[in-house]
């Protein structure tokens, strides 16, 4: 049994639980029927990631809090905004604000690598830059059937945000 739990977190990025990585893991987790869905979701792909780059656009264009730092690109990156992750010092703040106002986000990523299970022979190092990055991500609502109602309404909420 604990063989057989230790081979199920290695194909989960070594992790029973999310984000919280017990072993240097890979992703295998995908299964026949996930691949099947994902046949048939591959045709749709271009559509799809048009969609969120119009929404990410929208953030960058429209998001005019100082105490919100949002991801910046060069002018030759073609991103496909699978997350909107923007930064706050007051992270936990505006993700209970957005969240009572009916707008769901979520933290990626709350740990920083070096501080993992996974990696025990870096536990005691610093990096306070990833540490402090870790501590401020907060991933924006975005997906292919987002409106744009809905985005207005989140960037309306996080420009009110004090």
Do not use: C
Not at 18 to 24: G, H, P, R, T
Not at 58 to 87: C, G, M, S
Not at 145 to 162: A, H, P, R, S, W
């Amino acid at each position: 049994e604990e063989l057989a739990n230790a081979i199920k977190a290695l194909g989960n990025y070594g992790s029973h639980k999310k984000y919280e990585n017990l072993y240097k893991g890979v992703n295998s987790r995908l299964d026949e029927m996930q691949a099947a869905m994902l046949r048939v979701k591959l045709r749709y792909l271009d559509k799809e990631v048009e969609k969120r780059r119009e929404i990410a656009n929208y953030y960058l264009q429209n998001i005019k809090n100082e105490n919100i730092i949002l991801p910046t690109l060069r002018a030759e990156d073609n991103h496909v905004w699978h997350l909107f992750v923007i930064r706050t010092s007051k992270r936990d703040e505006l993700q209970k604000y957005l969240l009572d106002n009916g707008v769901q986000t979520l933290i990626h990523y709350p740990i920083p690598p070096h501080k993992q299970d996974a990696y025990k022979e870096w536990n005691n190092e610093s990096y306070p830059i990833s540490e402090q990055i870790h501590t401020e991500v907060l991933s924006l609502p975005i997906s292919g059937v987002q409106n744009l109602e809905n985005t207005k309404n989140i960037v309306e909420k996080l420009n009110e945000f004090i």
